[in-house]
Nanobody, 115 residues
Framework: QVQVVESGGGLVQPGGSLRLSCAASGSILSINPMGWYRQAPGKQRELVARITGARSTIYLKSVQGRFTISRDSAKNTEYLQMNSLKPEGTAVYFC?????????WGQGTQVTVSS
């Protein structure tokens, strides 16, 4: 049974920073990719960043240069460092662990960017 749990969300002012964490437990293989998604009110869920087992990364164009995804395989944990946050970054952020056959989602963590 795989479980993923996000943490680190909160309220931050525009221009501020937050670091999200996602801890995976169960049968986790470091070769499988993990990713961060977000869903704003009234909008579809979108991919923010993704990292493979080989540490290859992709980012949503609007967050490139501001967000950094990383992964600690020893801890089965991935991170999303978010800098220079903008109000449009307000959303529920979700972590996903993928095996190729199944996708495992966390419950999400709220990020609110507001003054």
């Amino acid at each position: 049974q795989v479980q993923v749990v996000e943490s680190g969300g909160g309220l931050v002012q525009p221009g501020g920073s937050l670091r999200l964490s996602c801890a995976a437990s169960g049968s986790i293989l470091s070769i499988n990719p993990m990713g961060w998604y977000r869903q704003a009110p009234g909008k579809q869920r979108e991919l923010v960043a993704r990292i493979t087992g080989a540490r290859s990364t992709i980012y949503l164009k609007s967050v490139q240069g501001r967000f950094t995804i990383s992964r600690d395989s020893a801890k089965n944990t991935e991170y999303l460092q978010m800098n220079s946050l903008k109000p449009e970054g307000t959303a529920v952020y979700f972590c996903k662990y993928s095996t190729g056959r199944y996708d495992y989602w966390g419950q999400g963590t709220q990020v609110t960017v507001s003054s």
